[in-house]
T-cell receptor
């Protein structure tokens, strides 16, 4: 099955700086890449996603980029705020109905 | 959130006892999933269902069974709980009509002592 690797596992940034989380995947058939944010004690929630026919997608302060050739995709958060502190998960889907998750990145934004 | 609820929210059980977790949805979604979340491992798929009585194994299915006798309920059973099954369990549904990712339930924190 698909194998998704995510780095770094922990990330600390100063408020206002940018944060970048990177994921790689193994199955070239994967065509859907969602990102989830999980606050402490809460459920993971979808924050942004990208499909393989698009190279970049933005939603306010967050953006995701995809390089199909290299099989990697990244989450970019600009102008970070304390409320961005959470665990972020990437995922990849080769079938559209089953997702494979990375191991998560714990982001801390220092005020 | 797509009318998905999990029960119980917390449970403590003894080693060797059977445990059943329930996931209930109100919007007739076809696909339902059970994941476990452990530090350092992220979210790992236990079992999933693509319709009533149609289920399949995920990557960490040993020691777990599932049943889906009606569209709205997806049950996860730990046949004989072990300490290694102490975890947070999330149910998820796939909203195919929204062409988007999963929507997760609130989770069940299970402790096996």
């Amino acid at each position: 099955g698909e194998n998704v690797e995510q780095h770094p596992s922990t990330l600390s940034v100063q408020e206002g700086d940018s944060a970048v989380i990177k994921c790689t995947y193994s199955d070239s058939a994967s065509n859907y890449f969602p990102w989830y944010k999980q606050e402490l004690g809460k459920r993971p929630q979808l924050i942004i996603d990208i499909r393989s026919n698009v190279g970049e997608k933005k939603d306010q302060r967050i953006a995701v980029t995809l390089n199909k050739t290299a099989k990697h995709f990244s989450l970019h958060i600009t102008e970070t705020q304390p409320e961005d502190s959470a665990v972020y998960f990437c995922a990849a889907s080769p079938t559209g109905n089953q997702f494979y998750f990375g191991t998560g990145t714990s982001l801390t934004v220092i005020p | 959130d797509a009318g998905i609820t999990q029960s119980p929210r917390h449970k403590v059980t003894e080693t060797g006892t059977p445990v059943t977790l329930r996931c209930h949805q109100t919007e007739n979604h076809r696909y339902m999933y059970w994941y476990r979340q452990d530090p350092g491992h992220g979210l790992r798929l236990i079992h999933y269902s693509y319709g009533v009585k149609d289920t399949d194994k995920g990557e960490v299915s040993d020691g777990y069974s599932v049943s889906r006798s009606k569209t709205e309920d997806f049950l996860l059973t730990l046949e004989s709980a072990t300490s290694s099954q102490t975890s947070v369990y999330f149910c998820a549904i796939l909203e195919v009509n929204r062409d988007s990712g999963y929507t997760f339930g609130s989770g069940t924190r299970l402790t096996v002592v």
